[in-house]
Nanobody, 115 residues
């Protein structure tokens, strides 16, 4: 059963914008923080951005000022607005939801930055 559904990935030119969405199933109760990670070919998975229930957000240094994470608690959905895309942002982006008892991962969505 898919508990986190990501959407919005695709091909974007350098400097362009893209918005990712991740909707969490209502089956998941008590979500605290939600976040986005990415894994580029040949690299380890890294945290991109994370946001708590209280809308406190933190970002990787590499995306600070370019990406914005937001959350709609009523919809159990987290968004990642990505502006000023760079080729090094090319990666598979994964959504994660955290509760007190468990962590949930999405299946990922590919984002490619290329001209």
């Amino acid at each position: 059963q898919v508990l986190l559904v990501e959407s919005g990935g695709g091909l974007v030119q350098p400097g362009g914008s893209l918005r990712l969405s991740c909707a969490a199933s209502r089956i998941i109760f008590g979500i605290d923080s939600m976040g986005w990670y990415r894994r580029a070919p040949g690299k380890q998975r890294e945290l991109v951005a994370n946001i708590t229930n209280g809308a406190n957000a933190n970002y990787a240094d590499s995306v600070q000022g370019r990406f914005t994470i937001s959350r709609d608690n009523a919809k159990n959905t987290v968004y990642l607005q990505m502006n000023s895309r760079r080729p090094e942002d090319t990666a598979g982006y994964l959504c994660k939801a955290n509760t007190l008892l468990a962590h949930y991962w999405g299946q990922g969505t590919q984002v490619t930055v290329s001209s």
